[in-house]
């Protein structure tokens, strides 16, 4: 049937015991779930209600009817199905239901559906339980010999609302159940929440665990991540282990010394006289009880100290606190609450509303305006919002409050001012600043100058950036941590590096400038990075890979220290001229492009080193970018290395001279040019210089088709590549021998040699070339026969070329001709239409996609055609 929307009645189902079951006796759990599953969808079927499938957990049901009676009926069908069945006596088959009337769009989400979810949280297995709304349309339409039982209003987590509940009764169900297991029927003061809970169930039970083992747990994270409302959640999930209680203590509006005994102690209904502590131990000792204090960061020691107390009392007593930082207790087990789920990469407003950020937004959005949804037109702009404000829940909530006035674009155009736009909360929380500014008042001084400092970096930075740029201390650094101000990333089991959530780095940003530090930092940063590119620069030749990394990993922080250069020529110049090799390799042509030719416009009468080496790095970039006014640029950046007298500098201009006159096609000139590079490169006693220079050479011979040479000199360079584990060398000596297969006319044999290649330079992030392997394997598979299959992967990398802004493959003369000779036919055999589709197709894969694809089928031909 068709999935309606609007009024309609849900039932959900699950089966109680069910995680136990899985664990304990997995083979008689799965076949008695198969049979459950064929029993529930036989009867929704047969009462006109549809699977929504992608809505369940596990062994969970949801399921939706347009008719309230037929809802009943169906539960009523598979209760007694159910009952009837014969059960492996380890797996009893107890299922319990909530049904509930309400409104609901195409998503199947909104308050609606998260009363009735709620609804079935607090019945127990073989229960039916009803809603008020849905009882009152049932009236005289209940299934024959079934009646209502009146079970009073109940508090359901998540929902201000009390719900008026009644249990489904027929004569061959079960009647006799233990009380509801809603928040009314259980000891605890836990705070009414006025918006339903998005997410974190798999947090949800790591917490839960936590608990059981451990008898002090902290939830540690920045403000506004939402520690109170999974502690809270967390508490109402542990009622049912904890007979005595879950007493919730709020902590934030205490100032004072001594009060927070006295406020567990009203929190535990105790007079706590004189002697509070000795109260409490008293009044707690033989229970099970769980107290959650809220917020202990300004009263870490006062916390430390009840706690310990507390836990003298019994060995079921239990603590859960949630703090920006540990308390720093004996035995204490710290728990840092992660952001909400983000999506990777662009995707459907189905496949995005999966993620909890967006569910958040979504579900806050419909709340400030009914008639919000998440659309094709606004699924990129909500998907941004919750990438920048990095999946943290207070900062999500305030944006989509905003959707009562403003389009998702809107709010996302105006982030830029977070701080004016992100207002509205409550208490503590009523504004994004206002949380922040809780967590920077608690700060020592110390610990306030490092963290308005590091608001320069751009992006994340290691401990050795910190030292030289901000002047403080491990021990600072490992404060700031401990309070959820500074992220600590691995990348390693050797490499550390930090970073500042987006939101706290805006705040920092500001707190600098107030606190006039900001143009001191930003020399200090500008100076440190200037001096590791130039570091990097130096080791280019001996530590190539290396270097490509460090930079890449900092290439934010280079970027915002050109930006503030631009006030000063010669330090730009300096900089970017240091960074044009990069640039190069890693295929930031157009990002490169503009910050080399802005340097060189406001030095242009410059005839320094630096003048030198930015000319000839953008002299490479243009070569690669398929621009003809790359040889004019080399031979200035010749004549000012003759000026300088840099041998090393000299030789690397002849190569770039050699290149620009490989891509005009002039190939025996650039075969004489590089072979002058190379009896320089000798000169130097480097190794890798000369198999550089000896790659060179290869590519003049393979673009004038000299197979006979080519292929015994790759193989020679690819062997030295290896042995030094430059995956440069490795990458073009394996693309000159795929060139020659081709060449010879073996295409199955040059698809295994070009995937192999298309590997290597992505191991040293060269996208073009990677594009370019992309290019050799389609024709491979196109003499071979898989013509759709070699114009998909040719229309996949013409698109990554064009998102690089290169043509430069295309303006390669021996390589258009080898296309010819490849790919032509393949489009006759498969005629207009069906080659134009298969491109089609290839543009709009996606690289990533692409790139897997086109290695799934190198693996898939590697039997027939690998080459040795």
């Known amino acids: 049937m068709n999935r309606p929307v609007g009024t309609m009645t849900f039932l959900f189902t699950d089966v109680e015991g069910s995680t136990r079951a899985w664990e304990a006796h997995p083979t008689e759990t799965q076949t008695a779930l198969k049979r459950h599953d064929e029993i529930v969808a036989r009867e929704i079927e047969a009462y006109n209600g549809a699977l929504i499938l992608e809505r369940g957990e596990g062994d969970s049901v949801f399921a939706i009817f347009a008719r309230a009676a037929d809802a009943v009926a169906a539960a009523v069908e ?10 492996p006596a380890d797996v009893p088959m107890r299922v319990r239901m909530a049904i509930h009337t309400g409104e609901a769009g195409a998503d199947y989400r909104g308050p609606h559906v998260n009363r009735a979810a709620r609804l079935r949280a607090i019945a127990h297995g073989e229960q039916i339980l009803i809603s008020g709304v849905t009882a009152g349309i049932l009236r005289d339409a209940l299934p024959a010999g079934a009646s209502l039982i009146d079970l009073g209003r109940h508090r359901l987590r998540d929902l201000s609302e009390l719900e008026h509940v009644f249990q489904l009764a027929h004569p061959e169900l079960r009647i006799d159940f233990p009380p509801l297991k809603s928040l009314t029927n259980f000891r605890q003061n836990l705070p009414t929440q006025l918006t339903s809970f998005i997410g974190r169930v798999g947090e949800q039970k790591t917490v839960q665990a936590l608990i059981e083992k451990h008898r002090v747990v902290t939830l540690v994270g920045a403000g506004g991540c939402g520690k109170t409302r999974l502690a809270i959640q967390v508490g109402a999930a542990e009622l049912e282990n904890f007979r005595d209680g879950v007493r919730f203590v709020d902590l934030a509006p205490l100032s004072g010394v001594g009060l927070v005994i006295d406020a567990i102690a009203a929190a535990l209904k105790i007079e706590a006289g004189l002697s509070a502590i000795d109260a409490l131990v008293r009044a707690l000792e033989g229970t099970q009880t769980l107290i959650i204090l809220d917020n202990c960061e300004h009263l870490r020691a006062e916390c430390a100290e009840a706690v310990s107390a507390l836990l003298r009392a019994s060995g079921d007593v239990r603590v859960l606190a949630t703090s920006r930082e540990p308390l720093g207790l004996a035995g204490e087990m710290m728990w840092r609450v992660p952001p909400l789920s983000l999506p990777d990469g662009e995707r459907s407003p189905d496949e995005v509303v999966k993620c909890e950020a967006v569910q958040l937004f979504v579900d806050r959005a419909t ?20 990438r920048i404000l990095e999946g943290l829940p207070l900062a999500i909530e305030l944006a989509a409050a905003r959707a009562k006035t403003l389009t998702p674009q809107d709010i996302r155009s105006r982030l830029s001012d977070r701080f004016r736009l992100l207002t509205g909360g409550r208490g503590r929380h009523q504004t994004l600043r206002s949380t922040i500014d809780w967590s920077y008042d608690l700060l020592p001084e110390n610990e306030r100058a490092l963290f308005r400092r590091l608001s320069v970096f751009a992006g994340g930075f290691d401990l050795q950036a910190m030292e030289a740029i901000c002047g403080d201390s491990l021990d600072t650094i490992e404060h700031l941590v401990d309070r959820s101000l500074v992220i600590v990333e691995q990348l390693s089991d050797e490499r550390l590096r930090y970073r500042l959530l987006e939101t706290l780095g805006h705040y920092a940003a500001e707190r600098v400038v107030e606190a006039g530090e900001e143009a001191d930092a930003r020399e200090r940063h500008f100076t440190y990075y200037r001096d590791v590119a130039e570091r990097t620069y130096a080791r280019r030749i001996e530590d190539e890979a290396a270097s490509l990394a460090l930079l890449d990993a900092d290439h934010d922080d280079f970027r915002a220290a050109l930006r503030w250069a631009r006030a000063r020529p010669r330090d730009l110049l300096r900089l970017a001229s ?30 320094s080193p630096d003048m030198a080496r930015a000319l000839w790095a953008l002299s490479m970039i243009l070569s690669w970018s398929g621009d003809a006014g790359a040889r004019r640029l080399a031979d200035r950046s010749l004549e000012l290395w003759q000026e300088n007298s840099e041998p090393l500098e000299l030789a690397l201009a002849l190569e770039s001279i050699g290149y620009s006159q490989f891509m005009a096609g002039e190939y025996a000139d650039a075969l004489r040019s590089m072979e002058d590079c190379l009896k320089q490169y000798r000169k130097f006693g480097s190794t890798k210089l000369v198999t550089r220079g000896r790659v060179n050479v290869g590519q003049m011979l393979v673009a004038l088709g000299d197979v006979e040479r080519t292929e015994p000199l790759a193989r020679e360079t690819l062997a030295e590549g290896r042995a030094q584990n430059e995956p440069k060398s490795i990458h073009y000596s394996l693309h000159y021998l795929g060139d020659c297969a081709l ?5 199955q044999k040059a698809i295994g040699i070009y995937s192999e290649s298309l590997r290597a330079a992505l191991d040293y992030g060269n996208q073009m070339e990677a594009s370019t392997e992309m290019q050799g394997m389609a024709m491979g598979l196109a003499g071979s026969g898989r013509e759709e299959e070699a114009l998909r992967l040719y229309g996949a990398s013409c698109a990554r070329n064009k998102e690089l802004q290169t043509t430069a493959i295309d303006e390669i003369a021996f390589w258009v001709q080898l296309r010819e000779r490849y790919l032509t036919p393949a489009r006759e055999r498969l005629g207009p239409a069906a080659a134009e589709r298969a491109e089609t197709e290839g543009r709009a894969m996606g690289w990533a996609q692409a790139v897997a694809h086109a290695l799934q089928l190198a693996q898939e031909t590697r039997g027939t055609g690998q080459w040795h």
Not at 78 to 87: F, G
Not at 578 to 604: C, K, T
Request: with cysteine; glycine share 4%.
């Open 743 to 747: 060449w010879r006319g073996e295409p």
């Open 578 to 607: 240091a960074l044009g090799w990069f640039w190069h390799l890693r295929s930031y042509y157009r990002e490169g492009r503009a910050w080399l030719e802005e340097a060189l416009n406001v030095n242009a009468n410059d005839r």
């Open 367 to 386: 709340a400030a305006r009914a008639e919000f949804s998440l659309t094709s037109s606004n699924t990129a702009a909500v998907v941004e919002i919750c």
């Open 78 to 87: 598979i209760q007694r199905a159910l009952r009837a069945q014969t059960w």
